[in-house]
């Protein structure tokens, strides 16, 4: 064969396979970047099982969505202006949420009290804290804060723009706290949990994939507390991250004070999905003669179908902690 008859095979070779490779491509679903988690438009309410399978998207525990896996999402980005802090040492933290062209986001819808609501935890989640941060009119959020432990942090920005339309959004983004580190281990499961001479009794299980039904029952001295004081408008509030890559879930209790039904104690009730099985870290936050407290237990979500009951329900017990969130 001469020199001119090869590169006309070899010419061909080359149409022949790329025009095989067209037709494989074309007969497999393009690879495309995973669409973020939906944003919700409301915390879910009332209404158990139910309510959270037609709850749409969300950040709230009731819908299964998880939050704060990403630092930009719906067109905003948590921008950190402090991304590290020294261990035990009081520190401000500095932060703003931009949007698409740069500019800080200044007007926001009020939930629950609050424009903006902030959380840092430590990845070994033995550390949190619920921070009320003030904003600048130049829209910088800045809030004083003492984290005791060195480590890996991870900060949460859960808030919703304001203007018709507008959904809600956690994002997250890392802090480190620098000094010697030392991970604990994340605390075993246990029921109830003690902080400052208060227990906290959670019944009830996380499940993946379906709204289920948490009741926490807080006790003093042996005795029911009856006269739990509104905070943020509600008398509990619940916080549950995932161990491992710390998904968020803000979760809201059925009912509200002054709505004619829900008792000021000594239970607080909530929904709640998990987006997974796994292990998680819930953070009760509650008010009484004037003080707020945080409850927290260590929870073991099971993978759906797994260690339920012969009436359907999923055991679980949580674990014994006096973390602070305040």
Do not use: C
Request: hydrophobic share 35%.
């Amino acid at each position: 064969m001469n020199t001119g008859l090869r590169i006309t095979a070899f010419a061909a070779a080359i149409v022949a396979t790329f025009g095989t490779a067209y037709g494989v491509g074309a007969s497999i679903d393009p690879v495309v970047a995973e669409k973020p988690p939906a944003a919700h438009d409301e915390h879910a309410e009332a209404g158990g099982e139910e309510a959270g399978e037609k709850a749409e998207g969300g950040h709230d525990g009731a819908s299964g969505a998880a939050g704060g896996l990403q630092i930009s999402e719906g067109g905003y980005t948590l921008a950190l202006d402090t991304p590290r802090v020294a261990a035990g040492k009081p520190a401000t933290l500095r932060f703003s949420v931009k949007d698409d062209s740069g500019r800080s986001l200044t007007s926001y819808t009020r939930e629950h009290g609050k424009e903006l609501h902030f959380i840092v935890a430590s990845r070994d989640l033995t550390v949190y804290r619920h921070l009320h941060p003030t904003r600048a009119a130049d829209g910088t959020w800045s809030v004083a804060a003492k984290l005791p432990a060195a480590g890996g942090y991870r900060a949460f920005a859960d808030f919703k723009p304001a203007g018709k339309g507008a959904t809600g959004i956690t994002l997250g983004a890392d802090l480190a706290v620098s000094g010697r580190s030392e991970p604990a281990a994340l605390p075993p499961v246990r029921a109830t949990a003690e902080v400052d001479g208060y227990q906290v009794t959670l019944d009830g299980a996380l499940t993946p994939g379906k709204a289920r039904e948490l009741t926490l029952s807080v006790s003093r001295d042996g005795k029911p507390v009856t006269d739990l004081q509104p905070y943020l408008g509600a008398y509990g509030h619940l916080v549950a991250l995932r161990a491992g890559d710390l998904a968020y879930l803000h979760v809201h209790p059925n009912g509200e004070p002054d709505d004619g039904v829900t008792e000021p104690g000594p239970e607080v009730s909530f929904t709640a999905t998990a987006p997974s099985p796994g292990e998680y870290r819930l953070f009760l936050d509650f008010q009484h003669k004037g003080e707020v407290r945080t409850a927290a237990f260590t929870v073991d979500v099971p993978a759906a179908g797994a260690g339920e009951s012969e009436e359907g329900e999923d055991s679980t017990e949580s674990e014994e902690s006096g973390s602070h969130g305040h």
